[in-house]
């Protein structure tokens, strides 16, 4: 997706609708190229920065950050350049590491506060945001004990809540899931939905795992071997496939032919069903028409009528799989 | 209930249940000075053991009291015998050297090492400060903290002998040179040995190491500089310009030297002060230095 930077003046708040974009974004480190000129534009949403392993999300949000410089290329991020304005730009986004990141011997509240504190709050603030973070994730009562006692879940709390504490306009968690039981994951998951939607906070959720995107995002980047592959909508109208499958009471040929007669191409049997329904490769609109005049011209009931739909593992693998060609090379 | 992220309005009823809900915040926002500071603060609250457990805080209350212990008896001494001179204020910083010493092992260590080793770094690079902020903090938290023992005590002993004179006033304001000097002294001291300390802790993640590092190091400057003024004993001015390896030599002769007491060569009688002044400057100097490069950004 080629996206063109918006070059701005400087001010204390720039306006964008984007969250961040980059234009030939490059990373190596030694020989390994961790981000290959990777060109964005991602809207302030729910976004899911999908890959697998080392296919390098940490190093893209490392990058906006300005943890990292970046080799070549350009970045902006709530329409601050990274190389010129890491330090406004941090101000206004949290950051949720992957790996431990919390000292064992304070309190979830001495150390949230101290990072909102560190984000430029005034103290007495910074102690009343922390205890109000806290109670938001789920930790109201055990803020008050030492971090070293905490679950894997709760520790993904904490750093949850010292990522939004400060309030910031967009927040980047790498893998916030990673070791969580079942039951801890959906709560955790339930949680970033509830910061964006509710909050009104901007996410970019780092995952390997594609269900989590999926329930949480509503804009899905996907990396691979450093590459952009796919940067979409999970929402727009292309990622609902345009196929319809539809079953009745009668035979699907006399009822095919029909269709084909008000002009609208059916194919005999469905490949994920079996002979029994009709497949409708190129829907449109007249198409839901013509199925309700057929099945009224021949008399025949409609059993069922429905949309094929893309998962995101589709997209994903249908994606990978393109970049990296039939050998599992990277092309 | 009442509406999420709405504040009460009406008199509260018992029992009454609030949706907190979550606020955006709109309060003020400070700068990078406000974010330093306030890391320096937790820094040395943390170094201290503030809010940790009482095995935390043990080490520096016992250094405290070392510290405070001789003021304690030059003082009591003074009180009772008014014209014994239990000991001059060189003195008093070279006895309570080793202490300093000591402090500064034990703390130097907890500054930095638990950031590094719990890995906080991320979570603080990824805030509005720089790394040189970070670095910054860290000084001035090791700075602050040794000034408290190198400083704080030796004020409390001006004062005190101030106090037993008959006119503690004029004796105050006779004695304002002294004043100054043990300012000078305690601030010199407090950064020459603070940033040897961060300058150890920066290179590894284990306190223990650390610790062991300083107290080894210390040991082994000392022998060095005492074994090389005795090799250089018949090559002057080479076996007073060595006594500058040894950090307790050094600031024996940086605080005769202020006071202006006359020492023997072995003990760098013939060092000016300036040169002493110049050569803990330095160390001061390349120290920060090596600390800020060790935690500049490297990709």
């Known amino acids: ?331 | 209930m009442s509406a999420p992220g709405a504040a009460p309005t009406a008199e509260p009823r018992f029992g009454e249940v609030y949706d907190r809900g979550y606020r955006h915040y709109e309060g003020p926002r400070h700068g990078q000075a406000s974010s330093v500071w306030a890391l320096a603060r937790y820094s040395m609250a943390r170094a201290l053991g503030f809010k940790k457990s009482w095995t935390a805080k043990i080490i520096p209350i016992l250094l405290y009291v070392g510290a405070i212990l001789p003021v304690v008896v030059v003082v009591g001494v003074t009180a009772f015998f008014p014209a014994a001179d239990v000991m001059s204020y060189p003195e008093y910083f070279s006895t309570i050297f080793l202490l300093e010493g000591i402090f500064v092992a034990a703390i130097a260590p907890e500054l930095l090492c638990p950031d590094r080793r719990e890995g906080v770094l991320p979570l603080y690079f990824s805030r509005p400060i720089t790394r040189l902020d970070y670095v910054i903090a860290k000084m001035l938290a090791a700075a602050i903290l040794t000034l408290t023992i190198s400083l704080l005590p030796a004020v409390i002993l001006w004062l005190g002998k101030q106090l037993l004179t008959g006119q503690p006033l004029a004796a105050m304001r006779d004695h304002l040179g002294d004043l100054g000097r043990i300012g000078a002294a305690g601030v010199l001291i407090a950064f020459y040995i603070g940033a040897v300390g961060l300058l150890v802790s920066s290179f590894t993640e284990r306190k223990g190491v650390a610790v062991g590092i300083i107290v080894l190091g210390f040991l082994l400057t000392e022998s060095l500089s005492g074994a090389l003024s005795v090799a250089l004993a018949d090559r002057p001015p080479w076996d007073q310009w060595v006594i500058l390896l040894s950090p307790s030599r050094t600031v024996f002769r940086m605080a005769t030297a202020l006071w202006g007491v006359e020492v023997s060569g072995r003990m760098g009688g013939g060092l000016p002060l300036g040169a002493v002044i110049g050569v803990m400057a330095a160390v001061v100097a390349v120290c920060c230095g090596i600390v800020a490069w060790r935690y500049a950004a490297r990709d």
Do not use: W
Not at chain 1, 270 to 275: D, I, K, V
Not at chain 1, 299 to 327: K, M
């Open chain 1, 1 to 331: 997706m080629a996206a063109t930077l918006i070059h701005q003046p400087e001010s204390a708040t720039v306006a964008t609708d984007l969250a961040f974009e980059t234009r030939g974004l490059t990373k190596r480190y030694g020989s390994i190229i961790a981000l290959d000129s990777v060109d964005l534009a991602a809207p302030r949403t729910s976004i899911g920065l999908l890959g697998a392993n080392g296919a390098g999300k940490s190093t893209l949000i490392k990058l906006l950050l300005g943890l990292i410089r970046p080799d070549a290329g350009d970045a902006r991020v709530l329409g601050r350049d990274i190389r010129t304005d890491a330090v406004p730009i941090r101000a206004q986004v949290g950051y949720m590491p992957e790996g431990d990141c919390l000292p064992a011997d304070a309190t979830a509240a001495d150390f949230v506060a101290h990072m909102a504190e560190i984000s430029g709050l005034p103290s007495r603030a910074a102690r009343q945001r922390a205890a109000d973070v806290l109670y938001q994730v789920g930790l109201e009562e055990e803020r008050y004990r030492l971090i070293k006692g905490f679950s894997t879940g709760m520790k993904q709390r904490v750093k949850l809540a010292q990522a939004i504490v400060h309030d910031p306009q967009l927040v980047f968690l790498d893998e916030p899931t990673n070791g969580m039981d079942p039951q801890g994951r959906d709560e955790m998951l339930a949680l970033i939905a509830r910061i964006h939607r509710m909050l009104d906070i901007s996410v970019v959720l780092s995952s390997h795992i594609l269900d989590d995107v999926e329930r949480v995002c509503r804009y899905v980047i996907i990396l691979d071997a450093g590459r952009l592959v796919a940067a979409q909508s999970l929402e727009e109208p292309g990622q609902v496939g345009d196929a319809l499958f539809v079953r009745i009471d009668g035979d699907p040929a006399v009822f095919a032919a029909r269709l084909a007669a008000l002009g609208v191409e059916a194919e005999l049997g469905n490949p994920e069903r079996g002979r029994d329904e009709l497949t409708i490769p190129r829907a449109d609109a007249a198409a839901y028409d013509a199925i309700r005049d057929a099945a009224a011209d021949l008399g025949v009931p409609l059993r069922s009528l429905r949309a094929r739909t893309r998962s995101l593992e589709d997209l994903y693998f249908g994606n990978v799989a393109h970049q990296r060609g039939p050998d599992g090379r990277v092309a």
